[in-house]
């Protein structure tokens, strides 16, 4: 781990090894990825394959509740069963339990579903997960 709370190790690649690390994201990573001032309240963990971020994970406030997310770029797609993202999904679960009030989560795909499943959240209707705290 790093001192800043980051985390990295290096993907496994037979052309390259990719240097894959994650860490808390800041308000520019955030407007970086998402190429906008986002509104609302949010905490993350940004990862990042060679220093470019390709990744976000984390608790953003929408209206009255919490909903929890996961956006990748293409690029981090072989590494997400890395250490270093696994250790960052994890961490990012620690928003979920300070997080005051109704938090959900949706799932689109049944690797999702099985996702969110294993990380603790609790199928309600559809395509529509929440989090017990």
């Given at each position: 781990?790093?001192?800043?709370?980051?985390?990295?190790?290096?993907?496994?690649?037979?052309?390259?090894?990719?240097?894959?690390?994650?860490?808390?994201?800041?308000?520019?990573?955030?407007?970086?990825y998402y190429g906008?001032?986002?509104?609302?309240?949010?905490?993350?963990?940004?990862?990042?394959?060679?220093?470019?971020?390709?990744?976000?994970?984390?608790?953003?406030?929408?209206?009255?509740?919490?909903?929890?997310?996961?956006?990748?770029?293409?690029?981090?797609?072989?590494?997400?069963?890395?250490?270093?993202?696994?250790?960052?999904?994890?961490?990012?679960?620690?928003?979920?339990?300070?997080?005051?009030?109704?938090?959900?989560?949706?799932?689109?795909?049944?690797?999702?579903?099985?996702?969110?499943?294993?990380?603790?959240f609790t199928h309600i209707?559809?395509?529509?997960?929440?989090?017990?705290?």
């Amino acid at each position: 781990m790093h001192p800043a709370g980051g985390l990295s190790d290096h993907g496994i690649n037979r052309e390259a090894p990719r240097r894959i690390t994650a860490r808390l994201a800041t308000q520019a990573d955030l407007e970086t990825y998402y190429g906008r001032k986002l509104e609302g309240t949010m905490r993350a963990y940004v990862g990042l394959v060679d220093g470019e971020l390709a990744g976000v994970v984390g608790v953003v406030r929408e209206r009255q509740c919490g909903k929890y997310f996961c956006d990748i770029k293409p690029e981090l797609q072989p590494y997400l069963r890395s250490i270093t993202i696994m250790r960052a999904i994890k961490a990012s679960l620690r928003f979920c339990d300070e997080y005051r009030g109704p938090l959900v989560a949706v799932a689109d795909d049944a690797e999702s579903c099985r996702l969110l499943f294993r990380l603790g959240f609790t199928h309600i209707q559809g395509e529509l997960y929440g989090w017990l705290n």
